[in-house]
């Protein structure tokens, strides 16, 4: 059934968003899986996808921003500890050698690749919101919100090898 021009369910930055976070959702459960010193931090670090999904539903910029801003941050720390570099060679070291000696490679690319959708699909919709009133600001608050948080998880759940 059509409403203004669109099929009635998730849009399209909707759908784009709810793939991207449980695709890192699925980074975080292989990489605690792998690594069990990081179930702590990445269960709670799960809730933030869980909650951009929700307010995703919501068409809320809250959950927009939250999403965008945790993608960048993460993406950007682990390009400039060069890890998604390193992972990036693992990966394809193993896909040459036709098995796979270690998830974790695989999970930090997936994640990268999981958060490079989320931004796309986060400005995307939030671009589709740009009529309403104290969008930008909402938009804003939640990232500033979920990077607070990440940054609060990592130091009290970072494991200590």
Do not use: C
């Amino acid at each position: 059934m059509k409403n203004e021009g669109r099929l009635d369910g998730p849009d399209s930055a909707q759908l784009w968003t709810y793939v991207g976070s449980t695709l890192f959702l699925v980074a975080l459960l292989g990489s605690a899986i792998a690594v069990p010193g990081l179930r702590i931090l990445h269960s709670l670090q799960a809730l933030i996808y869980v909650a951009v999904i929700v307010l995703a539903r919501w068409d809320s910029p809250w959950g927009y921003g939250a999403g965008f801003a945790i993608a960048i941050v993460w993406n950007g720390n682990e390009l400039v500890a060069h890890v998604m570099q390193a992972d990036a060679v693992a990966l394809w070291s193993s896909l040459r050698a036709g098995h796979v000696p270690q998830m974790v490679p695989m999970m930090v690319m997936l994640g990268g690749a999981a958060h490079l959708i989320l931004i796309a699909a986060a400005l995307f919709a939030i671009t589709r919101h740009n009529r309403k009133v104290g969008m930008w600001w909402k938009f804003a608050a939640g990232g500033v919100l979920s990077v607070a948080y990440f940054a609060l998880i990592v130091v009290i759940a970072r494991p200590h090898f």
